[in-house]
């Protein structure tokens, strides 16, 4: 029962992360990313997000760079949804 209930928030977090990175995040760094994975404790008090970045390494980087400026964006975006 437990890892349905997950498979089912990993899945939601993935939707919604995704979504939020194409209409929401407007940093000019932040390449073509997509979310392959989410992963979340079972207590649901943390979540390990995966992404991929197509291009080369230049964009690879300022992608991940945009993410992590982003980071509380994110987080305080999906705790009011």
């Known amino acids: 029962m437990q890892g349905k209930r997950l498979e089912r928030v990993n899945q939601l977090l993935k939707e919604e992360i995704s979504m939020l990175l194409q ?13 392959t ?6 207590d649901l008090k943390h979540a390990k997000v ?3 970045v197509l291009g080369p ?3 690879w980087v300022s992608s991940f760079q945009a993410l992590e ?13």
């Open 23 to 35: 209409r929401e995040l407007k940093d000019p760094r932040l390449g073509f990313v997509t979310v």
């Open 37 to 42: 994975e989410v992963d979340v404790t079972a």
């Open 50 to 52: 995966y992404v991929s």
């Open 57 to 59: 390494e230049g964009r």
């Open 69 to 81: 400026s982003a980071r509380g964006f994110v987080w305080n975006w999906l705790r009011r949804h």
